[in-house]
């Protein structure tokens, strides 16, 4: 049979690009591409890169505060200027998107801006009606926003909106205690808007190490954000130009803005699957194996519509793996078992990668090695912030099974971390490293007895 193309790919963010640029830059395959908005995707136009630049600029009354306490006696932050910064922002995402472009147009990749659905397990149909054949087509639609499920759920804003604001609110509402709201709370409070963040839970960022959840729960409250645990909200209702948010402890409150930071679902509305016989789970991402191949040979899907693990570089890497296997002859596929993350919360991240110590604890018998210190640059500035360092170590075979810190710049320091410890690295050979000082990194090579552990049957 022939097709138009090798390899289709529907969804232009990161995973679906870099599939679709290497298969026909390093590979020679005919490549077709669709994305009905923007090339980059949720990472590139509307997620980590925006919320990055954001985070950089809600720091500077911190800076200012800090530096005061170094001697710099008119050290002042200033006045945001909103407008200033959100042209400057569209004008960086404009060229991250024509970079993205012309890159894989470069590659040989031919580009269809508009949106595309599966017609058939060989074809796929454009918004204009025009139909594309594609010997092997690769899903790459990514997960969009949900809002929570109540009464008046669409006066809300999504993560997304943030970005595009015409000007600040002064009082704001973040519902969720996930990666987006406590970040998106951070960037808020630092910019000056009065933030109040609602979390049904008893600590934020469900899924970390406990004891990193508590420090960063902890945290938002030093900082200032009003964090409301325990508390989730039942209708929104229009006041004028503010929103009523009526909350389940029958308490009621106005905000300039109300942000659903409740999680992302898998981008899957009418995507044409039911003309396929693509499975899909309950909550509608597309059931793929481990070469990342759906229950239609010639149907491949990545990245957050998986719902395996939803981060940007493990949509890469799923979609070059893809690639390797298809077109290469290079078979591979990706370990979701050993990947490092981090939250970009001020002024201490949380960086994490392996099994928390609630699950390491489940698994089995393990050591604790954890210290809890004043880093040196704020304790001299006055601030009482406080740094944890955390190893896991199997007893029996000395591996470390996880890292995670919470501190300045943790994210830079797990991304190192994660290196031998993906590489199954012992506490002997982290012992064996020899200290950079002063830095706040060097805890991790200077812990020599646990602070507590865990052997089950030994107790």
């Known amino acids: 049979m022939t097709f138009d193309y090798d390899l289709f790919v529907i969804g232009g963010g990161s995973g679906g690009v870099r599939a679709a640029r290497v298969a026909a830059g390093e590979y020679g395959a005919k490549v077709g591409l669709a994305e ?62 024509r970079a993205y472009t012309s890159n894989a147009e470069r590659a040989g990749v031919e580009i269809h801006h508009q949106r595309a659905k599966l017609a058939d397990h060989h074809t796929v149909e454009l918004a204009d009606g025009t ?66 963040q609602a979390y049904r839970g008893e600590m ?17 409250k030093d900082v200032g954000i009003d964090l409301r645990l325990g508390l989730a909200p039942t209708k929104l209702e229009q006041q004028g130009d503010r929103i009523c948010v009526h909350f389940d402890d029958d308490s009621s409150e106005t905000f300039d803005a109300v942000f659903f930071c409740t999680g992302r679902a898998p981008y899957v509305w009418d995507l044409g699957l039911e003309n396929t016989a693509v499975k899909q789970h309950p909550n509608g991402a597309i059931t793929v194996d481990e070469w990342s191949q ?55 991240e949380l960086g994490s990668i392996g099994l928390t110590e609630e699950q390491a604890g489940d698994r089995g018998a393990v050591d604790i090695y954890s210290t809890v210190f004043r880093p040196m640059k704020s304790m001299f500035a006055g601030s009482d912030a406080r740094t944890m360092m955390k190893l896991l170590v199997d ?11 919470f501190g300045p710049e943790a994210g830079e320091m797990i991304q190192l971390a994660a290196i031998p410890i993906t590489m199954g690295a012992t506490k002997a050979q982290f012992d064996a490293t020899m200290a950079v000082h002063p830095t706040a990194a060097e805890e991790l090579v200077t812990m020599r007895n646990p602070s507590r552990r865990h052997h089950p049957g030994t107790e």
């Open 36 to 97: 009905e908005s923007r090339m980059g995707g949720t990472c590139v136009i509307r997620g980590c890169v925006p919320k990055k630049l954001m985070v950089f600029a809600s720091t500077a009354g911190a800076m200012a505060e800090e530096m005061r306490g170094y001697g710099w006696a008119d050290a002042e932050a200033g006045e945001f200027n909103w407008d200033m910064f959100r042209d400057k922002l569209t004008t960086e995402l404009d060229r991250l998107e």
């Open 131 to 196: 139909r594309k054949t594609a010997k092997h087509i690769l899903i790459a639609v990514g997960g969009r926003p949900v809002k929570l499920n109540i009464p008046g759920e669409e006066l809300g804003l999504i993560s997304d909106d943030l970005f595009l604001l015409e000007k600040l609110p002064r009082r704001a509402l973040l519902i969720g205690g996930g990666f987006i709201a406590c970040e998106f709370a951070t960037i808020l409070n630092g910019l000056g808007v009065q933030t109040v």
């Open 204 to 220: 934020v960022l469900r899924g970390f190490d406990n004891e990193g959840r508590e420090h960063a729960t902890q945290q938002l």
């Open 294 to 348: 759906t229950s239609v040979p010639s149907i491949f899907a990545v990245g957050d519509v998986t719902d395996r693990v939803n981060l940007t570089p493990v949509a890469i890497r799923e979609g070059h793996s893809f690639v390797d296997t298809v077109f290469g002859n290079k078979p591979r596929n990706v370990n979701h078992d050993m990947i490092a993350s981090a939250v970009y919360l001020r002024p201490h």
């Open 395 to 405: 007893p029996n075979t000395d591996k470390v099974l996880g890292c995670h810190i």
